[in-house]
């Protein structure tokens, strides 16, 4: 009986799976249109008043896009403001929606990565994944990695699409 030889193990691929940056944290949309007078206008007052109210601690631990899905004007400031309030309870706030907060988190991650340790290396990175992974992190890792990996791949260790491949560099023979 012949011998079963695992290719994908002797191939030297490190496999670089993007869901493992995939923060467990609850997220949640803070939607401004709640504080809006008449579904319009944000009053300064009214709207400070409600800051200083407000249980915060509700936020404990939690991811939060900071909008307002309303056509309204709202302030710069506003959004400002409900970042402070929110800075000392969320483990995360950004301005936008759920798909801007996913974006920051997986960004925040990837910028941990040390590119050094990917240094002349084959480097998959894995396509599939049971929590969503942003398209703008797979764009992003890729520029994190391309000044230093010797080949860049996407998919599988047994099905990859090759990405980026460094070019060889020949060095002149010398004069004799």
Same mark, same amino acid.
């Given at each position: 009986?012949?011998?079963?030889? #695992? ?46 109210? #407000? ?43 759920? #798909? ?7 960004f925040?991650?990837? #910028? ?49 699409v ?10 002149p023979?010398?004069?004799?």
């Amino acid at each position: 009986m012949e011998e079963i030889i #695992n290719r994908v193990a002797k191939s030297g691929l490190i496999s670089l799976d993007l869901e493992e940056y995939y923060h467990q944290g609850e997220r949640v949309v803070y939607d401004l249109k709640d504080n809006l007078f008449m579904g319009l206008i944000l009053k300064e007052k009214d709207f400070r008043e409600f800051l200083k109210t #407000n249980d915060w601690s509700q936020y404990t631990g939690k991811n939060v896009a900071v909008t307002c899905t309303e056509d309204a004007i709202v302030p710069t400031w506003a959004y400002m403001l409900l970042a402070l309030q929110l800075g000392p309870y969320a483990h995360t706030v950004v301005f936008g929606d759920i #798909n801007d907060l996913e974006e920051k988190m997986f960004f925040d991650a990837i #910028n941990q990565i040390n590119p050094e340790d990917y240094r002349d290396a084959r480097v998959v990175v894995k396509g599939c994944s049971k929590h969503p992974v942003p398209t703008a992190a797979y764009v992003e890792i890729t520029r994190k990695l391309q000044p230093v990996v010797q080949a860049l791949m996407f998919g599988e260790p047994c099905s990859t699409v090759p990405l980026y491949k460094r070019a060889k560099i020949t060095l002149p023979l010398p004069l004799s």
